[in-house]
């Protein structure tokens, strides 16, 4: 099956090890007529692939890359919620919880390969497979979850520590060598917060003058040792895991 896999998506070739074997268990007992339905596009960093409220008639993978999900409910303004760079059926929770229209905009952070597949496909196969089928359920089961936790989290903390929670959550999952590189603006680090600019310039000052970040410019930096400070600024308040900032 692994075979028919790679050669139905030639870019897993491509992809680290890790992201090859979740593509590998979530598609292990998918049947060939499935795959001969899958459909490989390339997206431009910034495009918007999905819109909330538009016909939820597709189910997407991201191959390579990173999506983002956004929310323009209120005063039109986006917020940045989630990030996924991991193998995640999008459009599985609208399966689900069978409903036909998507619940969220997705967009592209990053240039990015999809793999798409035609949701009576997708239906036909969880509806014969129990076991993909409760694979599905329980990873919207874990994002729900997820999701749930951190807008509890995010009515008891204030402005600076909800950023100090996205930069150790940033470095947690991008963070290399040791070193978390920004170079997002400040518009979009407040679309990720939900804090108004404003916040943001105050927090962003407020840490660099106490040695929680580093900033050269319009760069922010952060180190090891910096990311455990903004740790224990979150842990006067909330409980962390040992590894990271999953918030119990």
């Known amino acids: 099956m692994n075979k028919y896999l790679y050669d139905a998506l030639p870019f897993l070739h491509e992809i680290d090890r890790e992201r090859q074997e979740q593509f590998e268990r979530y598609f292990r007992s998918a049947?060939?007529?499935l795959i001969d339905a899958f459909q490989v596009i390339k997206l431009k960093r910034g495009s918007v692939f999905s819109c909330e409220g538009d016909p939820a008639d597709t189910i997407f993978f991201?191959?390579?890359?990173?999506?983002e999900a956004l929310d323009?409910?209120?005063?039109?303004?986006?917020?940045?919620?989630?990030?996924?760079?991991?193998?995640?059926?999008f459009g599985g929770m609208e399966f689900?919880?069978?409903?036909?229209?998507?619940?969220?905009?997705?967009?592209?952070?990053?240039?990015?390969?999809?793999v798409k597949i035609p949701r009576p496909q997708f239906e036909k196969w969880m509806y014969s497979d129990i076991e993909a089928l409760r694979r599905e359920a329980r990873l919207v089961g874990e994002y729900l979850a997820t999701e749930a936790r951190h807008n509890r989290v995010m009515l008891f903390l204030d402005g600076s520590e909800r950023l100090a929670l996205l930069l150790a959550g940033q470095y947690?999952?991008?963070?290399?060598?040791?070193?978390?590189?920004?170079?997002?603006?400040r518009q979009q680090l407040a679309n990720k917060s939900g804090l108004c600019v404003k916040s943001v310039n105050r927090s962003i000052k407020k840490f660099?003058?106490?040695?929680?970040?580093?900033?050269?410019?319009?760069?922010?930096?952060?180190?090891?040792?910096?990311?455990?400070?903004l740790r224990a600024l979150l842990s006067q308040k909330l409980h962390l895991d040992p590894d990271g900032v999953t918030v119990h």
Not at 172 to 185: A, C, D, M, T
Not at 208 to 229: F, H, M, N, P
């Open 172 to 185: 947690e999952q991008f963070g290399r060598g040791g070193v978390l590189q920004i170079s997002e603006g």
């Open 96 to 114: 689900i919880m069978e409903l036909d229209r998507f619940l969220t905009t997705l967009r592209a952070v990053t240039d990015c390969t999809l």
């Open 62 to 67: 991201v191959g390579q890359g990173v999506v």
């Open 31 to 33: 049947p060939l007529w």
């Open 208 to 229: 660099a003058d106490s040695g929680l970040i580093s900033k050269a410019g319009s760069r922010i930096t952060v180190s090891r040792e910096q990311y455990e400070g």
């Open 72 to 89: 323009y409910r209120v005063f039109g303004m986006p917020y940045e919620y989630m990030r996924f760079n991991r193998v995640h059926a």
